[in-house]
C-alpha cells in the first residue's frame, strides 16, 4: 500500500501520513500477546508505515525496548518520535517486573485494565529541568538501540516551559551533538500552539486533533479556528503530526467511521501524520482500509 510519504513541515524526514502510535503496546493494560504486537508492528512496516510514535515512560520503557529490538536491522528506514519530560513513580518501576505475569490476566479483566491505567495516570509527574531531559535522552538513545534521536518531543509540557530558554538550549545543544535530528512539542492543548511555535528551531508540534459534526449535519470536521491555526504553522514549515484523532473509544457510535476522520485531516494544510493506535493486526487493516478510502481522492489519476 502506498501510504504517501511526507515531509515533516521543512524538515528533511519523509513520513508516512499513517503513524503507529505506540502508547500501549507494552503496556500493563494491553489487551493483545507480546506475539501479535509484535507481528502487527512488523505487518505495518511491511505495509508502508514508517513513522513510529513512542515516549519514554510508555510501558515503563518497553515500548521503546520493542522498537529498538524489532527495527535494529532496519533502523534507517523507520522514523521513530519519542517523548521526555514525565516521570513515573517508583511503584511503576516495580509493575515492569511482574508485568509478564499480570498481563495475560488482565486482558481477560477489562475493570483490571482500566484501574491500572488510572493508576499509571496517576503516577506520572513532570519534569523539564534540562538535567533530566538530558539523562532521559541517553537512556531512551539505549533503549532504543540507535545513535540518534529521528525527533524528540518534550511530553505534555506547561505552557509556562517555553519561556525557558535553557529548555531550548537544551534541545538545540542535543541537535548540534546529533544525538537528537530534530525536536519538537506534543502539545498538551491545541491553544498553546502558537506560543510554543515561536520557538526558534522547532520542527513540529504534535496536537490532539479530532473532528467533529456541525451542529448542522455537515459531514466531519476541524474547527475554523483549528484550520487557521494549522494553515498558519504550515506557512512556518512547522509540520504537524495529529493525535487523538478518533478521541476515544466513544467516538465511532457519535461522530461516523474512520475513515471520515481521516479524510477531514487530511485535507487540513500542514498535517503530515494522522497516528493511530493499532494493537492487532486486524486493528491495523481497519486503520490501513479507513486510510486507503480517505485518500482515494488524492490517487486518483
Not at 223 to 246: D, H, K, N, Y
Request: with cysteine; hydrophobic share 45%.
Amino acid at each position: 500500500m502506498n501510504l504517501l510519504l511526507a515531509p515533516l513541515g521543512r524538515t528533511d524526514l519523509q513520513v508516512s501520513r499513517l503513524g503507529f502510535g505506540c502508547s500501549t503496546i507494552a503496556s500493563l493494560g494491553t489487551r493483545y500477546s507480546a506475539a501479535e504486537v509484535q507481528a502487527t508492528l512488523l505487518a505495518a512496516f511491511d505495509r508502508g508505515v514508517n513513522f513510529f510514535d513512542t515516549a519514554d515512560v510508555y510501558g515503563q520503557g518497553d515500548s521503546e525496548r520493542l522498537l529498538g529490538r524489532l527495527f535494529a536491522g532496519r533502523r534507517d528506514r523507520v522514523v521513530i518520535a519519542t517523548k521526555a519530560g514525565m516521570r513515573l513513580a517508583h511503584s511503576q518501576q516495580a509493575i515492569r517486573i511482574a508485568k509478564p505475569l499480570l498481563q495475560p490476566l488482565l486482558r481477560r479483566w477489562a475493570t483490571g485494565r482500566e484501574r491500572s491505567t488510572r493508576m499509571r495516570q496517576a503516577s506520572e509527574r513532570q519534569c523539564f529541568d534540562p538535567a533530566y531531559l538530558r539523562a532521559r535522552v541517553e537512556q531512551s538513545l539505549k533503549r532504543l538501540r540507535t545513535d540518534r534521536l529521528d525527533l524528540l518531543l518534550l511530553h505534555s509540557p506547561p505552557v509556562e516551559v517555553a519561556q525557558h530558554d535553557e529548555v531550548l538550549a537544551l534541545l538545540q545543544c542535543l541537535r548540534r551533538e546529533g544525538k537528537v535530528r530534530e525536536f519538537g512539542v506534543s502539545v498538551a492543548e491545541v491553544a498553546h500552539a502558537r506560543q510554543w511555535a515561536m520557538w526558534p528551531g522547532l520542527s513540529c508540534l504534535q496536537l490532539p486533533l479530532t473532528p467533529r459534526t456541525a451542529a448542522t449535519g455537515d459531514p466531519l470536521a476541524l474547527p475554523a479556528e483549528t484550520l487557521g491555526l494549522l494553515e498558519e504553522l504550515s506557512l512556518r514549515g512547522i509540520g504537524v503530526i495529529a493525535r487523538e484523532v478518533f478521541g476515544g473509544g466513544l467516538w465511532a457510535s457519535e461522530h461516523g467511521d474512520r475513515t471520515s476522520a481521516l479524510r477531514a485531516l487530511f485535507d487540513a494544510a500542514g498535517v503530515s501524520v494522522v497516528l493511530a493506535g493499532m494493537g492487532s493486526r486486524e486493528h491495523l487493516n481497519d486503520n490501513l482500509n479507513a486510510f486507503a478510502e480517505a485518500s482515494l481522492p488524492a490517487l486518483s489519476p
